[in-house]
DNA sequence: ATTTATTTTTTACGCGCGTAAAGATTTCAG
DNA sequence: CTGAAATCTTTACGCGCGTAAAAAATAAAT
């Protein structure tokens, strides 16, 4: 430890008794040479607390080895336990990751492209804001950088999308509803930032003609990222209004639902699925706080673990086959029934 | 825009009409050229949509244009929010932030400072795990980076500590709460990871002593990031026992009131201030979920805006300032009472 | 118009590392 | 032990830009 600093590779090469282009080797992939080498050169690492300089390593490799990670919305928690998994696995695999959030900004999500541009990364896990999105931005994007698209798919961008299967969230929720007591009315924001929105209103109506029974879907007004207030203040108003044409809802998503349930309780409702109960409220997506609802929230859970562990591998495969993919792909996983107390 | 793609500065230069060490310095600085030069470079990067490449910049200047943003936990909806701000701030000033989330793992934050270090960010804002955090690795850290800390304080630890006055919160909450009711008996972990939740017992202790009231700390077990799981079992063990020696509770921070109230709802204990209700409960932190509890959280809430801002300038003054202040710089924000349903 | 201060151009070198090529060395199968 | 294959060393160049120094051009002040 008493060393003196290495000032860079050339000194750390002569140091530790290996020439540079074979430590520079190293650095590039340690498998890439000799066991006994790589252990000769660890040894020094350890010895001499070296590490290369990463600005001009990135310099002249044609690949980095960053990984751009943008999420829609950090202060949704969803997107924060989905972060901790592909930033773990992508520093086993040896990458770097970037994290970007996008905090519900089209203008954001721009800018984080044209950084991640510069930032040449090998690869990019892309969840777009949706709607707002500017599609043209994202596209061209796609086409100098590898991208996945996880959570929000945006048909045909990026090389992949891995993602849940709304339809298998709506179908179970329908199914359990219908089938439990009265069938439900669907509760969602009139203008849904989130396509996964369309996708289950689309799967609900589905749902609902195949089992014969009429649907209803409740559109409440709101824009921006704050879906708990939205839900809030439409439930508020369809309370009030007594325009609830069963009683039974199922929210779009579990932050509509979470405003939902604190507007029954501020009314007076009894939200649950025993005797006296005056109403059943269950959703999608099985949000970290849905656990702690009064009373806890019946749900559909995403696959979590599979979605980012899979949106991971498939961009591995990506960079590893270049960039391209022969078509595009996309995985879509099943969604968990998660029984609560809230219907 | 139908020009050919610009290569390097060099060429840039040449197609803008300047010479490149004046671009160069244009892009370390813009207002460093004149008005009349500046404007001919940025109608040439218009132009031919030229951006040099951050790799090659940052290698050989002294100090780069990063800021690293390092939180403790991203999954907690606060810290996104914060984010939110903080990343803002920074573009606007010419910076280009990193962000970092420890993810509740000393391990993490420990791999983030020496990822951060390699950056050679011209100052990163570091709130750290708390009491889990290798003190000695952000010692050395904040000797090599400047560093100013945000959140949780860590004695003596970085240039600078911008965070909210924990005195000032419970200050206002007991304050308030023994004025209009039976007086508060505090709730909180047994072993905090958060040394905030150490200084918020002594406010308690140190408050009630000065009311002249009998102070009860109900300290519940519970390790990790999980902290409405750990109030939520913690209130069930409490309320089953009838352990409660006061009918107000005051949780040491929001989320482990949200558990908490979720135990009452599953008990049945009806929570307010309202004739006929059980049970008083107020917390800290104004955490983003709190309006949506039920019944909504009487708490008290951050100054999210100026601790952010505060802590951004603070950091671009200590970047001016070489990366050393005199002396080490504390500011403490207060609270402010949130009156809602739940006490 | 002349002097002075400011800004830009020209020229040139260096940063730390990637990487190519040719030769030397080591490893390992037979 | 021999020879081929794998790995390493030596040498050398280039990447894109920062930046220093001196000369030239421009702007501001007298």
Redesign the interface.
């Known amino acids: 430890m008493g060393e003196r600093k290495i000032r860079n590779m050339e000194e750390f090469a002569s140091v530790s008794g290996i020439s540079r282009p074979t430590v520079s080797k190293y650095f590039n992939d340690p498998t890439s040479v000799r066991a006994s080498t790589r252990a000769r050169i660890e040894a020094a690492i350890e010895q001499y607390d070296y590490?290369p300089?990463?600005?001009?390593m990135?310099?002249n490799r044609q690949l980095t080895k960053n990984i751009g990670i943008v999420v829609p919305?950090?202060?949704?928690?969803f997107f924060?336990?989905i972060?901790?998994v592909i930033?773990m696995r992508c520093?086993e695999a040896g990458f770097?990751p970037?994290?970007?959030?996008s905090?519900g900004e089209p203008e954001q999500e721009k800018?984080i492209l044209?950084?991640l541009?510069?930032?040449?990364p090998a690869g990019v896990l892309l969840a777009p804001l949706g709607r707002l999105s500017d599609k043209s931005a994202i596209e061209t994007f796609c086409r100098d950088v590898p991208t996945v698209l996880f959570d929000s798919n945006i048909d045909g961008m990026g090389e992949a999308f891995v993602g849940s299967d709304n339809y298998s969230f709506v179908s179970q929720t329908v199914e359990y509803l219908s089938r439990t007591g009265e069938p439900p009315c669907f509760f969602e924001m009139k203008h849904p930032a989130n396509p996964n929105a369309n996708k289950r209103r689309r799967a609900y109506l589905d749902m609902m003609e195949r089992l014969q029974l009429e649907p209803h879907v409740m559109q409440v007004d709101g824009s921006g990222w704050a879906f708990?207030?939205i839900g809030?203040k439409g439930a508020h108003d369809i309370l009030n209004r007594q325009a609830l044409p069963t009683n039974t809802v199922l929210c779009s998503n579990d932050r509509l639902a979470?405003?939902f349930?604190?507007a029954c309780?501020?009314i007076g409702y009894k939200v649950g699925r025993s005797t006296g109960d005056d109403l059943r409220v269950a959703s999608h997506d099985d949000h970290?706080?849905s656990?702690?609802?009064?009373?806890?929230l019946t749900t559909a859970a995403h696959d979590y673990g599979s979605v980012s562990g899979h949106a991971v591998e498939t961009l591995f495969r990506l960079i590893e086959s270049g960039g391209r993919f022969q078509r595009r792909e996309e995985t879509l996983f099943s969604a968990r029934l998660i029984m609560r107390d809230s219907a």
């Open positions: 590490r300089n990463i600005y001009a990135n310099q919305y950090l202060a949704d928690p924060g336990e972060v901790r930033e520093i770097s970037s994290l970007f959030s905090h800018d044209d950084t541009r510069s930032l040449k708990e207030e809030r979470i405003g349930l604190s309780f501020e970290p706080f656990r702690y609802t009064c009373p806890s």
